[in-house]
């Protein structure tokens, strides 16, 4: 189960990705956020992102499923942190920003369709999202965890599932680990309207 992986391995995912450089993605994202805006961290992982965005000045709610993962958030972390499963949230117009960096790639499509619709309804009129997928159109295991990726095709196919979200910027980069540049990734801003 992707829960039991993250409880065991917090600590190697916690050291390969805190240091990592997403500022180009962050500009993109903020650029639509008021300074001070309200804001999901979904999945915090080593909680590179809610740092970042509490050091921004936003106002921060960090959430992750695994136990271990949210026990160092609690020690890490600044922000509101709560264990939290996406696919339990019930927020209804709180956020002005949901940020989902390589979180919903574990779940398959009817999965990522009803995390989005949560996400919009947490979302106030004009709210928007950021997600990240692994670049392709497979949906398979590696290394013992379930992984959907998606490319523009594939995802724009699946938000024809989803009303009143719209796709605002949409672009693949190279992934940000050094030992991992030949892998790309899908960057998709969401607006709600």
């Given at each position: 189960?992707?829960k039991d992986?993250y409880?065991k391995?917090?600590s190697?995912?916690i050291e390969?990705t805190l240091?990592?450089?997403l500022q180009p993605?962050?500009e993109k994202?903020?650029?639509?956020l ?6 999901l ?6 909680g ?8 921004k ?5 960090s959430?992750d499923?695994?136990?271990?993962v949210?026990n160092r958030?609690?020690?890490?972390l600044n922000t ?6 996406i696919?339990d ?5 709180e956020?002005?920003?949901?940020w989902?960096s390589?979180?919903?790639f ?5 999965q990522?369709?009803d995390v989005l619709?949560r996400?919009?309804?947490a979302?106030?009129d004009?709210?928007?999202m950021?997600v ?9 295991l ?8 998606f490319d ?6 699946m938000m024809?599932?989803?009303e009143n979200f ?6 693949k980069?190279?992934d940000?680990?050094g030992?991992?540049r ?7 801003i969401l607006?709600?309207?």
């Amino acid at each position: 189960m992707i829960k039991d992986y993250y409880n065991k391995n917090a600590s190697d995912m916690i050291e390969n990705t805190l240091k990592l450089d997403l500022q180009p993605i962050y500009e993109k994202f903020e650029k639509y956020l008021k300074p001070g805006a309200k804001l999901l961290d979904v999945g915090f992982g080593s909680g590179r992102d809610s740092l970042h965005f509490d050091a921004k000045g936003f106002e921060v709610v960090s959430i992750d499923f695994a136990q271990e993962v949210y026990n160092r958030g609690k020690i890490l972390l600044n922000t509101e942190v709560l264990l939290v499963d996406i696919r339990d949230i019930k927020y209804k117009n709180e956020f002005e920003g949901i940020w989902a960096s390589a979180v919903l790639f574990h779940y398959d499509e009817k999965q990522i369709i009803d995390v989005l619709v949560r996400c919009r309804d947490a979302l106030k009129d004009n709210g928007i999202m950021y997600v990240s997928f692994k670049y392709g159109q497979d949906a398979l295991l590696r290394h013992g965890r379930f992984f959907n990726d998606f490319d523009e095709v594939k995802f724009e196919k699946m938000m024809s599932e989803v009303e009143n979200f719209d796709i605002s910027e949409i672009w693949k980069t190279q992934d940000a680990r050094g030992d991992h540049r030949s892998q790309y990734w899908l960057n998709v801003i969401l607006t709600k309207k």
